[in-house]
């Protein structure tokens, strides 16, 4: 036991006592803080409130370190004392030393003011005593928490200690706040992720819904021209379309008749008769390769479609084949101009083979 404390008077003891058991009442209402919330500025405000309130002094504040400079993030005790933007330095005052070099600095003057002790403070307030201490994870120096008093008593090895453990609360809720902002984070990118693959799987459903249903028709019935319309339509679909036609080969006389639309004006029909090696359609009937257009508007190969009757702006054209042999086309059009899918293309392919 400290020879100075058995000189102690019993109400002096019981003075004592009363302010360790304030100070661990701090500590306590600090320590519930950071849990029950992951904002970090409002731990921070209470960090600097309890810490003025409990070393009885005028002014505080928190400040960050951001590379080589110092940023204030709470403050306390007037408008304006403290500059929005200190660059860390020697020069730059008590806050900015303790940043560069990690331990705390105290100092008490009577007979002046900040002015002689610190150049921390903005304007001419009357601080004697100053202490400062580092916020720090492990090595890692996160910012200062800067207190002023305008009385020259010195802190004392207690309030020292209180102080100490109010910088490593502090820095106990800086670092829940970015494990927390991280985690959330983390959760967003991941429920994206799986809100993405439901809405991928849903959509392969249907697609393969789609093919099922025309492999049904197929089976099932007998007429081709059934089968056929079903084809359009459900390609119609797929490939997010408004116009699509079904053209097959007539080996006599080279040409691709269409056999099933959708959304094709029926004037039009006998006026965009196709052979072989003739525009994209014929193209792709006589190479076998599929091919997709984009901007038929400045598109040659397109100049036989009578525009002024109906607008087209982009299409898909798939063959269709037995083997390595052309047997017809499928052709998927848009009045907008749009950009096909890589998916669409590959439903495209399945639905004609």
Known sequence: MDLNELQLTPEQKIFQLEKSVAQLSVLYSIAAS???TTDADKVLELVLEKALDTLKAELGAIFFRNNQDLRLKVSRGGEGVFPSHIRLGIDNGIAAQVAQTGRALWIAQSGSHYTSLDTTVKKEYPVRSIICFPIKIDDKILGTIYIGRFSPEEFTEQEKWLLNVLANRASVAI????????????????????????????????????????????????????????????????????????????????????KASVGVKEEIIPLIPLKVGEGIVGEVAQTGMLQIAENLEKDKRFDYFPRELQRVSSEIVVPLKIGTRVIGVLVCASEEQMNFTSREVELLNSLAN
Do not use: H
């Not at 339509?233 to 408004?242: D, I, L, R, S, W």
């Open 175 to 258: 670092e829940s706040s970015r494990l927390y902002s991280e985690l959330k984070t983390a959760n967003e990118k991941l429920a994206g992720r799986v809100e993405l693959a439901n809405k991928e799987l849903l959509q392969r459903m249907d697609e393969l819904k789609s093919l099922y249903e025309v492999a049904q028709t197929m089976v099932a019935s007998m007429n081709i021209d059934r089968i056929l319309n079903i084809i359009i339509v459900k390609a119609n679909q797929m490939a997010c379309t408004n116009i699509s036609t079904l053209r097959l080969l007539d080996e006599d006389s080279d040409e691709l008749v269409i």
């Open 34 to 36: 950071i849990t029950i």
